[in-house]
């Protein structure tokens, strides 16, 4: 079946340094892949997405490109703040019946 | 503010009781969707709701249920509650088109004492 596979946290950071989450996917098809955040103690927030391959999705100095010959979803962002700091979610659109498939999350955590 | 709203916020419970979760979509949207985010199980999808019928089925359990009603909104119902239904439940609501965006409420965190 589909799923996603997300790199292992937390990933810890000075502020102002490289960002990169892996993300990875199995599907069949061709779905939309997305990245969700999770600031502490709220819901999730759409980040960004991109619906087909080569497409690149970008928000708030995040970016993501939808790789179909390596099937992944790689999240970047050039300079992180302290205010990054949060649980992030790539998922796939499963096919058919849209349900999202998460993957396990990854924390960071971003130091002045 | 992502236009999704839950009630409650928190709810303490026992072992062998009945909740029952609302959620109201954005406006406009006529899917709905439950999400259960669990330490052991991450985030799972539960049931998807489209203008008043089931539309998806996913990890739900038998003493689960979910409706959703004429004017959209939606209720996920669990029984029988055990220690482990303790969780965060989250409902999403998309205009219902092939994969467009959901968009999240702010859960619900459920505790079974």
């Known amino acids: 079946g589909n799923s996603v596979t997300q790199m292992e946290g937390p990933v810890t950071l000075s502020e102002e340094a490289f960002l990169t989450i892996n993300c990875t996917y199995t599907?069949?098809?061709?779905?939309?892949l997305f990245w969700y955040v999770q600031y502490p103690g709220e819901g999730l927030q759409l980040l960004l997405k991109?619906?087909?391959?080569?497409d690149k999705g970008s928000n708030k100095g995040f970016e993501a490109t939808y790789r179909k010959e390596t099937t992944s979803f790689h999240l970047e962002k050039g300079s992180v703040q302290v205010s990054d700091s949060a649980v992030y979610f790539c998922?796939?659109?499963?096919?058919?019946?849209?349900?999202?498939?998460f993957g396990t999350g990854t924390r960071l955590q971003v130091f002045p | 503010d992502s236009g999704v709203t839950q009630t409650p916020k928190h709810l303490i419970t026992a072992t062998g009781q009945r909740v029952t979760l609302r959620c109201s979509p954005r406006?406009?949207?006529?899917?709905v969707y439950w999400y259960q985010q669990s330490l052991d199980q991450g985030l799972q999808f539960l049931i998807q709701?489209?203008?008043?019928?089931?539309?998806a089925k996913g990890n739900i359990l038998e003493r689960f249920s979910a409706q959703q009603f004429p004017d959209l909104h939606s209720e996920l119902n669990l029984s029988s509650l055990e220690l482990g239904d303790s969780a965060l439940y989250f409902c999403?609501?998309?205009?219902?088109?092939?994969?467009?965006?959901?968009?999240f409420g702010p859960g619900t965190r459920l505790l079974v004492l």
């Open positions: 998922a796939l659109s499963d096919v058919g019946t849209d349900k999202l498939i």
């Open positions: 991109a619906t087909k391959a080569d």
């Open positions: 709701y489209y203008n008043g019928e089931e539309r």
């Open positions: 599907a069949t098809g061709y779905p939309s």
């Open positions: 406006s406009g949207d006529l899917s």
């Open positions: 999403a609501s998309s205009n219902g088109l092939a994969e467009e965006t959901q968009y």
